[in-house]
């Protein structure tokens, strides 16, 4: 008989936690805050956005290519010829 008590306790429990918690993330309430935090957090970033500094663009012309003949000596690698050649 305890047993089942006790059993019957732990379900009465869970189901009224489920139940409130799912009673206020579906109130009003929290719905108007979590729009409020959105809405402030969406604010806050276009008021940072305005207030950066843009850096003048300084990377044209960085790269240099280099020619793949300025070496005869060097001896070329073709890593799937030397898989075919393996017979």
Do not use: A, G, P
């Amino acid at each position: 008989m305890i047993k089942e008590l006790k059993y019957l306790f732990f379900i009465v429990t869970i189901f009224v936690f489920i139940f409130l918690t799912l009673k206020y993330y579906f109130s009003d309430d929290n719905k108007k805050n979590s729009y409020r935090s959105l809405n402030q957090n969406s604010n806050k970033v276009i008021d940072y956005s305005k207030k950066l500094i843009l850096l003048k663009n300084d990377t044209n012309n960085i790269v240099e290519y280099v020619e793949k003949t300025i070496d005869k000596n060097k001896k070329n690698y073709n890593f799937w010829k030397l898989i075919y050649n393996n017979e």
